[in-house]
């Protein structure tokens, strides 16, 4: 048997990631709404996916939150939201609809410091924004830190194990994939998020994942 090539995993492996990718990331054609929230994260495509949507009159507003967190320590000289603040000004956002929230440090923080600056501007719904993988986990966390707000989501349009950001590994993927499943598992008994319904296909293919040693983005 031929080995695998350096930073690629088992075909078996692959599937049962491709499970937690589609769980985690599904979502409907977002509503206008006055401003997108984008997630900061490794992934600056986020930008270009808000972008989008204010070109396409889907939204009067783009506010980025994000300093750095547990993958772009150092990857972002100014931290994530003025890198994605950056990428959006390049694709011709004008300055008047951008809002820049420099200091969220995770997900909780993205939407608790943003609120402020997107109600001062009159935001009364938003179309949450993440790379795909993170959408589950911003729903999730929402309604802890906004309840009662009107939102839709959206992801940045990156395709499964393919066409990876920057310095990112097959390997890499498959452990936040794992990692951000227990989160979604265990953080609304920490008061973090609301309770979702996991299905039984998704927590089995979590367990057999870790299983297979892809437990590197545990919660601790």
């Not at 600056?44 to 939150?65: K, M, N, P, Q, T």
């Not at 008047?96 to 608790?112: F, G, K, S, W």
């Not at 924004?129 to 993170?134: D, E, G, Q, S």
Request: net charge neutral; aromatic share 6%; charged share 25%.
């Amino acid at each position: 048997m031929t080995a695998p090539a350096p930073g690629s995993v088992p075909p078996a492996d692959l599937d049962l990631a491709r499970i937690l990718w589609d769980w985690q990331s599904a979502h409907e054609e977002p509503a206008p709404a006055d401003a997108a929230l984008g997630l900061g994260s490794y992934d600056i495509r986020v930008a270009d996916r808000c972008v989008e949507l204010f070109r396409a009159g889907r939204v009067r507003l783009v506010c980025f939150s994000g300093a750095s967190g547990n993958f772009t320590e150092g990857l972002f000289p100014r931290g994530e939201a003025h890198a994605f603040a950056d990428r959006a000004r390049e694709l011709g956002l004008p300055e008047e609809a951008l809002i820049i929230e420099p200091a969220a440090r995770n997900t909780a923080d993205n939407i608790r410091l943003a609120r402020p600056l997107l109600e001062a501007r009159g935001v009364r719904s938003i179309i949450l924004v993440a790379k795909p993988n993170m959408l589950a986990r911003g729903r999730a966390t929402l309604p802890i830190h906004w309840p009662g707000l009107r939102a839709d989501f959206a992801a940045a349009r990156v395709p499964f194990a393919g066409d990876l950001a920057p310095g990112r590994t097959i390997r890499d993927l498959i452990e936040e994939l794992v990692g951000d499943a227990e989160r979604l598992r265990v953080y609304p008994e920490r008061g973090w998020q609301v309770r979702v319904s996991i299905p039984a296909e998704v927590a089995e293919a979590v367990r057999e994942l870790i299983r297979r040693g892809y437990g590197g983005h545990l919660p601790k």
